[in-house]
C-alpha cells in the first residue's frame, strides 16, 4: 500500500469518492472505495506542486487549491515557486486564481458557492472573494487583518457552515464570523 503521507484537504466528490490532497505525492488524488489512487493534478505549467492542500464548494462542485512552497528541495526547476491558489475543473485544467497571497492556508466556500475565504498564515489575515461564473473571483475587503503575535498561532483551516458562519483556528482558539464579516467571538 502506497503512503499519502501527510494527507490536508479531504472532501468528497458526487461519487462518494475520497478526494485528497497528498503531501508526500504532492498531488491531488481521487481514492476510490476499493482503495485505488487516480492522481488528477500534480503540476502547473510542467513544474510539479510542492504541498497542496484542497477545498471544494457542493453549490458549484469548484474545486480549489494552493501549492506551497514547502516540499522537497529538487531545484529551481522541478519545484513550482507559485505560492497561490488554484483551480482544478472537471476536465482536470488546472489554473492558476492568484498568487497575491505568501502563505495560503485554508480555503472554504459560502454555502451557495459564491463567496471563497482564503487565509494567508504568513500575513495572518484571511481575504475574502466572490467567485464569478466561469471560476474566477473578484477581491473583496479583508474578513480578518493581524491578528495574535509571534508563537500564538495563525489562521489555519477553516469550515463554514449550513447557515454561512465560517469557522477559522487561529490564535487563542476557533474564530467565528457570521456571513456578514462580523466578528461572532472565539472559542
Not at 479583508?142 to 508563537?151: D, I
Not at 495563525?154 to 487561529?170: E, R
Amino acid at each position: 500500500m502506497i503512503s499519502l503521507g501527510d494527507p490536508d484537504g479531504n472532501t468528497y466528490d458526487t461519487h462518494h469518492q475520497l478526494l485528497d490532497c497528498a503531501s508526500y505525492l504532492r498531488a491531488i488524488i481521487r481514492l476510490s472505495r476499493t482503495g485505488k489512487i487516480h492522481v488528477l493534478a500534480d503540476q502547473f505549467r510542467g513544474k510539479r506542486f510542492n504541498q497542496p492542500q484542497r477545498t471544494s464548494s457542493s453549490a458549484g462542485r469548484r474545486d480549489l487549491f494552493y501549492g506551497s512552497n514547502a516540499g522537497p528541495a529538487e531545484g529551481p526547476k522541478k519545484r513550482n515557486s507559485i505560492s497561490g491558489c488554484y483551480r482544478l475543473d472537471s476536465r482536470g485544467r488546472v489554473t492558476l486564481l492568484t498568487s497575491e497571497l505568501s502563505q495560503p492556508n485554508g480555503l472554504a466556500f459560502s454555502p451557495d458557492g459564491t463567496r471563497l475565504y482564503v487565509d494567508d498564515s504568513e500575513k495572518r489575515n484571511i481575504r475574502v472573494y466572490d467567485f464569478q461564473p466561469g471560476g474566477t473571483f473578484q477581491k473583496r475587503p479583508h474578513l480578518w487583518r493581524g491578528a495574535g503575535t509571534q508563537g500564538e498561532g495563525v489562521p489555519d483551516g477553516m469550515k463554514v457552515d449550513l447557515a454561512g458562519n465560517l469557522f477559522v483556528t487561529g490564535p487563542g482558539g476557533i474564530w467565528v464570523w457570521d456571513p456578514s464579516g462580523r466578528h461572532l467571538g472565539t472559542f
